[in-house]
C-alpha cells in the first residue's frame, strides 16, 4: 500500500526509466508528445460536460461556457481531419464507442458481423455476448480471411445476401490491409445493412492519408480510439455522415454507458489533430516504410511473416507466424529482452504482432528495422540470454529518445 506521495513518484519514476529503456513495438500503444500530455492535466480533467438532450449546447451542468467552445471547435477539427458531417467526441474509449455503435444500432435477435478474436478482431461483440442478456439478444458471425491475412470480400458478400445482419463492422487490432468497404456497399444498399469501421488501429494511418478513409469508401460510421497509430491521448471518437445514425448511437452512449467523458481528453485530442494536420502524411508515410522494411528484413532471417504475396503489410504492424519457433507466449520472452509487442496463441498457430508507430515517432527508420529484426532472430530463433540482449536493447533505443512529427 502507498503511504505516502514520494511512494507513488518513487514508483512512477521506475515506470519511466524502464520503459524508457524497452523498445516498445505494441501497435496499440503510442508516444505523445509534451503538450498532448500537459493538457491532459487541465482543469477539465475534474468537470462535467454531459449534454441533456444531443444537442451539446444543452449542457447538464453550469459552468461549461469554455468546455463547450473547447468540445465544439474539437469536433470541427475531428471532421476536417476525418471526413464526416458529424463527430461525437463523447466515447471514453474506442471500445465504448464500438459498444454505443452496436447497442444503438441492433433490434434484439438482429445480427452483426466482425472479425473474431482469433483473426485478431476486436472483441466487441463477441466478448459482450458474455454479458447473458446480450448473449441472448445480439447474434454475431465473423468475416473470414484469406491466406494473406486479408479480409475474403468474396465470402463476405455471400455471407451478407445468405444472412442478412443489420450491421457489419470493418477493422480489427490485426489488420494488415485496407477493408473491402467498397466492395460492399452496393450490396448493404439492397439488403438495408449499415456498415460500421472500427478505425481504431488505422486512425493514424486515415488522418495522414496513407490508408483509405472508410467513410470516403462507403462505410455509414467509423468510430475508434485515439492514441494507437494516432498520437493522442487515450480515448474514442465517432463521425458519420449520417445524421440519424450519430443521434441514435449518441443516444444510446449518454447517459448509458458514458456521463463524464473525461473533458480532460479533448484540448489533449485537439493537439494531436493539428498535429497530424501538420505531419500526418509525412509520419504515415514512414510508418508504412517501417512496416514493410521490418517484414522483409524479418523474412530474411527465417521468420514466416504473413501477407507476403500483397507486399506484408500497408499498416502499422506486421504479424508474424511464430509457431516454428515458439512453444510459450513469445511475449513474455521477449519482454525479458525489454523487446515489447504483443502475440496471440488463440488461432491455429501462434503470432507475433509487432507494431512501427511508437518507434517511427522516436525516428527509427528503414535501417533500424532491419536491427530490431535481428533482434528477434536472437530471442526467438537462436535463444540467446535474454539478458545480454537487453543490454543491447537498452543501448539502442537511447539512441533515439526524441520525437519527430510532433509540436
Ligand atoms: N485491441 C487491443 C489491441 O489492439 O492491443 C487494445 O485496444
Not at 187 to 198: M, V
Not at 226 to 232: Q, V
Not at 238 to 258: A, C, F, H, Q
Not at 314 to 321: A, F, G, M, Q, Y
Request: a negative charge.
Amino acid at each position: 500500500m502507498f503511504k505516502t506521495i514520494k511512494d507513488i513518484d518513487n514508483l512512477l519514476k521506475k515506470h519511466t526509466e524502464y520503459r524508457k529503456g524497452c523498445l516498445n513495438l505494441i501497435a496499440s500503444e503510442n508516444y505523445s508528445s509534451e503538450i498532448v500530455r500537459s493538457y491532459l492535466s487541465s482543469d477539465l480533467g475534474n468537470r462535467y460536460g454531459c449534454y441533456t438532450t444531443e444537442d451539446p449546447s444543452d449542457r447538464e451542468y453550469t459552468g461549461n461556457k469554455y468546455i463547450h467552445e473547447i468540445e465544439m471547435n474539437t469536433q470541427k477539427l475531428a471532421k476536417d481531419v476525418f471526413g464526416g458531417k458529424y463527430a461525437d467526441l463523447r466515447p471514453i474509449s474506442g471500445h465504448m464507442a464500438g459498444m454505443a455503435v452496436v447497442l444503438g444500432i441492433l433490434e434484439p435477435h438482429e445480427l452483426v458481423i466482425e472479425v473474431s478474436l482469433e483473426d485478431w478482431g476486436h472483441g466487441l461483440v463477441g466478448p459482450m455476448r458474455q454479458v447473458s442478456q446480450f448473449g441472448e439478444t445480439i447474434k454475431v458471425e465473423y468475416m473470414k480471411f484469406d491466406q494473406d491475412r486479408a479480409v475474403d470480400a468474396e465470402a463476405l458478400k455471400k455471407m451478407a445476401k445468405e444472412l442478412k445482419p443489420k450491421l457489419i463492422i470493418f477493422g480489427g487490432s490485426g489488420t494488415l490491409f485496407p477493408e473491402p468497404v467498397r466492395e460492399l456497399r452496393q450490396i448493404a444498399d439492397e439488403y438495408g445493412i449499415i456498415l460500421a469501421y472500427d478505425a481504431s488501429h488505422v486512425t493514424g494511418l486515415i488522418a495522414g492519408k496513407v490508408f483509405p478513409n472508410p467513410l470516403n469508401e462507403g462505410a455509414d460510421i467509423m468510430f475508434g480510439s485515439t492514441h494507437k497509430s494516432f498520437p493522442g491521448p487515450q480515448g474514442g471518437f465517432i463521425v458519420s455522415n449520417r445524421k440519424d445514425l450519430i443521434e441514435k448511437i449518441g443516444n444510446t452512449l449518454s447517459p448509458s454507458l458514458v456521463t463524464s467523458h473525461h473533458l480532460n481528453r479533448i484540448p489533449a485530442f485537439a493537439a494531436s489533430l493539428l498535429e497530424m494536420k501538420e505531419y500526418g502524411h509525412e509520419y504515415g508515410v514512414q510508418i508504412i516504410k517501417n512496416s514493410k522494411a521490418l517484414a522483409k528484413a524479418m523474412t530474411k532471417r527465417g521468420f514466416n511473416v504473413l501477407g507476403a504475396d500483397r507486399g506484408y503489410t500497408e499498416t502499422h504492424l506486421i504479424l508474424v507466424d511464430v509457431g516454428e519457433y515458439c512453444s510459450q507466449m513469445p511475449g513474455k520472452l521477449l519482454e525479458r529482452a525489454k523487446i515489447l509487442c504483443s502475440d496471440d496463441f488463440s488461432g491455429a498457430s501462434p503470432q507475433i504482432r509487432v507494431g512501427t508507430p511508437e518507434v517511427t515517432r522516436r525516428g527509427m527508420t528503414e535501417e533500424d528495422m532491419d536491427y530490431i529484426a535481428e533482434l528477434f532472430r536472437r530471442v526467438l530463433i537462436d535463444n540467446e540470454d535474454v539478458d545480454v540482449i537487453s543490454k543491447d536493447v537498452e543501448a539502442f533505443v537511447a539512441k533515439y529518445q526524441e520525437l519527430k512529427y510532433a509540436f
